[in-house]
């Protein structure tokens, strides 16, 4: 059975220059899992606009 699933989130600018490299991370983590997890059957896109940072990622199973 195939399945979409679809997710957005929002949220306000946390990221201080001190976090920076620690959140880069965290991003690049994902990024990895997502590939090993979903290989080939996902989409992620992180943007900012406004102060504020969206995540949207879908997911094919």
Do not use: C
């Not at 699933?5 to 920076?20: E, M, P, Q, R, W």
Request: overall charge positive; glycine content about 4%; charged content about 15%.
């Amino acid at each position: 059975m195939n399945a979409i699933f679809h997710f957005t989130a929002k949220t306000g600018s946390l990221v201080y220059d001190k976090d920076y490299q620690r959140i880069s991370i965290g991003i690049n983590n994902t990024k990895q899992r997502l590939e090993h997890l979903y290989p080939g059957k996902h989409l992620s896109n992180i943007s900012s606009l406004n102060n504020e940072y969206i995540v949207q990622l879908t997911l094919q199973t």
